[in-house]
């Protein structure tokens, strides 16, 4: 197949951990990749946003990368980037008009809108995943939320225009039928984890049964959702243990960033700071040996379309406790990968993590469980394969729809 994917603002060679680049950007990259793998020819279409940036990009895995312009060739906030999708859709649709497409995967709401019109005149059956839903955010922030007004109404038009849903976990597909999404036109297909870079360490390997204080990993963006308030106020009732950070920007600029001065205060305020190390930016290739230095790793935010990082941390081995929210409710098996807690709750967290890190036999357990899940249920070469099979079945149902309604005439 030939196969145009479209991600706006979440390029697959952005670097992680910035305010808007992180799991999807990891999601279109490996997913790419391995349909590369499997034969077929992958473009993804994203936004130019700096004017040094060619045309075009091979990565390494096959892949290319096309960079669209739309809009100034700057890093420019994702909530401000709507205006900009006209020109974005036009642009597709000339490029498509000249190199046919046997499917489209648009990747988050904008990018939806921009390859629907786009495929319009070609009749190009898009799929698409929503990676987050503005229902969800919404509930969630409230006032906080900097969303476009319309995000939502634009949504539920994605949801019925688009040829097919691919949902992420079968949470999103809950709210996708609220928002009018019809019965039997979404498929949950997770995000995966690259199996062949996240992995256990070796017998005899690196380990952190014996090390005191206990060490805690968080990794994400530096923005309030993602929970950081909430695991450092649990880390003043969990003595005996360090809370390691990592995510934001890099290290050396941390002490300009507005949500590590946020936590660095709580932390000053309830006597931990001396147990906070705030990492910054890690390189994605350094993230393994980061995972498994960790006795355990915290993943609490109070919403999240799936979350990668809980994928990553059991692939490595390490148990996780994590919210009861999005798609850490299919990932985390509860009691036998790690433990599920209420989303900012403090108080329950401190709890459990206290009974998990006095108990190396259960972190031993919920790990290697964890590695088996990892490696058996999210590796990208599954996933690769189950999204060629939503893609083969939509280009199918297309046909026959046109088919029929040719005949019909």
Request: net charge neutral; glycine share 10%; hydrophobic share 40%.
């Amino acid at each position: 197949m030939r196969i145009a994917m479209v991600s706006e603002h979440a390029s697959p060679l952005a670097a992680l951990g910035g305010v808007d680049s992180g799991g999807q950007n990891v999601h279109v990259a490996a997913l790419a990749s391995h349909l590369v793998r499997r034969g077929h020819e992958v473009i993804v279409f994203t936004r130019r946003d700096d004017p040094d940036s060619p045309w075009r990009v091979t990565a390494e895995p096959g892949y290319q990368v096309e960079h669209v312009p739309a809009g100034p060739p700057t890093d420019v906030p994702k909530d401000s980037l709507p205006r900009h999708m006209p020109d974005f859709a036009r642009h597709l649709a000339g490029r498509w008009s000249r190199a046919r497409y046997d499917v489209v995967h648009t990747h988050f709401w904008m990018s939806g809108l921009a390859g629907l019109a786009a495929a319009e005149s070609s009749g190009t059956p898009v799929v698409h995943t929503f990676h987050a839903l503005g229902t969800v955010k919404q509930r969630h922030q409230g006032t906080a939320d900097t969303s476009p007004p319309d995000r939502i109404d634009l949504e539920r038009r994605i949801c019925l225009r688009a040829d097919h849903i691919i949902a992420t976990c079968t949470d999103e597909v809950n709210e996708l039928m609220a928002m009018g999404m019809p019965e039997h036109h979404a498929t949950v297909i997770p995000c995966g984890v690259d199996t062949d870079l996240f992995r256990p360490a070796p017998p005899n390997g690196s380990g952190s049964a014996c090390r005191e204080p206990k060490r805690l990993l968080m990794v994400g963006r530096l923005v309030p959702r993602k929970g950081g308030a909430e695991a450092v106020r649990a880390l003043a009732r969990v003595p005996d243990a360090e809370l390691l950070i990592a995510g934001g920007p890099l290290a050396d600029a941390l002490s300009a960033d507005p949500e590590a001065r946020r936590l660095r205060g709580i932390a000053e305020a309830n006597g931990t700071a001396d147990r906070v190390r705030f990492l910054g930016r890690v390189a994605h290739v350094r993230m393994p040996d980061l995972f498994r230095s960790a006795d355990a790793v915290v993943s609490v935010p109070w919403y999240e379309p799936f979350g990668i990082v809980p994928l990553e941390a059991m692939a490595c081995g390490r148990p996780v406790v994590g919210s009861a929210v999005g798609g850490m409710l299919d990932t985390i098996l509860p009691g036998i990968t790690g433990d599920l807690v209420r989303p900012r709750d403090p108080e329950q967290l401190a709890l459990v993590l206290r009974h998990l890190l006095a108990d190396g036999g259960r972190r031993a357990a919920y790990g290697r469980a964890g590695v088996r899940r990892a490696h058996g249920t999210y590796h990208w070469a599954r996933i690769a394969k189950e999204t060629e099979r939503v893609y083969a079945y939509t280009v199918d149902h297309k046909l026959t729809a046109s088919a029929t309604g040719v005949a019909a005439r």
